[in-house]
């Protein structure tokens, strides 16, 4: 558990949710990492991670839906295909030399797809592989579940590339993928370790909701309305590839 919350890792864990929220993301794999970092028991990493993620996109889903954003039809077709697979990769065992690698190698892969240029003027004209989406969608969640994140940042690259919709829609849509994924693999999570491992592991992390909410709430508020969306996706770029580098290395 966490006795103290430093000054250093609540502040981490806001920018890290203004970053994230502000391109339709909750941050689930770096608060992880960031907890890893600190020395946080690991298997308390993904109930703490996974309620950050819910506080952040729970909010930025909502602005997403009153701007009008959301491609309702698609973002239901595959987080439905999603969740039942995050619930059951919330259940699967692991232990803890596979978590901290499947995380690391997670945030190197985020960091290295979030640099893929993007051609704003060809999004919204699908390509020919956008219309296979749904076939990835399970088996982002089953791994989103497994190391307690929501996903969204292994779905997006992919909308991005197949040009599955304009950017602001893909964000929505990672941003309610991402939100019930992470309801679906904390359940998953609470069924394999007990309900009592959440009261422990939220009680002991408030600060950090706190923080998360915070930055949240500011990055979601930026990505309706402001945006600078190159800049802001190479900044989480270079965020998430160096906690994931410094936690592969870590003894």
């Known amino acids: 558990m966490i006795a103290a919350?430093?000054?250093?890792?609540?502040?981490?864990?806001?920018?890290t949710a203004l970053l994230y929220a502000s391109v339709g993301f909750g941050g689930g794999s770096t608060y992880a990492a960031l907890l890893a970092?600190?020395?946080?028991?690991?298997?308390?990493?993904?109930l703490v991670a996974l309620a950050c993620n819910i506080v952040v996109v729970a909010g930025g889903t909502i602005r997403f839906a009153r701007a009008g954003v959301t491609p309702w039809r698609g973002a239901l077709l595959l987080t439905?295909?999603?969740?039942?697979?995050?619930?059951l990769g919330g259940l699967t065992p692991i232990d803890q030399a596979t978590f901290m690698l499947l995380l690391g190698a997670s945030l190197l892969l985020t960091g290295a797809t979030m640099l893929i240029p993007i051609d704003e003027g060809a999004m919204g004209q699908p390509g020919r592989?956008?219309?296979?989406?749904?076939?990835a969608a399970a088996p982002l969640g089953y791994l989103a579940g497994l190391v307690g994140i929501g996903g969204g940042i292994f779905l997006a690259p992919l909308l991005h590339l197949t040009?599955?919709?304009?950017t602001r829609a893909i964000a929505a849509t990672a941003s309610f993928f991402i939100l019930v994924n992470s309801l679906f693999g904390l359940a998953g999570q609470l069924l394999?370790?007990?309900?009592a491992a959440l009261g422990g592991a939220v009680g002991a992390a408030l600060p950090l909701l706190i923080a998360v909410a915070i930055g949240g709430q500011i990055g979601s508020l930026m990505a309706v309305r402001i945006l600078p969306k190159r800049w802001i996706r190479w900044l989480t770029?270079?965020?998430?590839t160096a906690v994931g580098v410094r936690?592969?290395?870590a003894p």
Do not use: C, E, T
């Open 5 to 15: 919350v430093p000054i250093g890792l609540a502040l981490a864990f806001l920018l």
């Open 37 to 46: 970092l600190s020395g946080l028991d690991y298997r308390l990493l993904p």
């Open 80 to 87: 439905a295909l999603a969740a039942p697979a995050a619930l």
């Open 129 to 135: 592989l956008a219309r296979y989406m749904p076939v």
């Open 163 to 166: 040009r599955w919709r304009d």
């Open 192 to 195: 394999k370790q007990g309900p």
């Open 237 to 240: 770029a270079a965020l998430v």
């Open 247 to 249: 936690l592969l290395i």
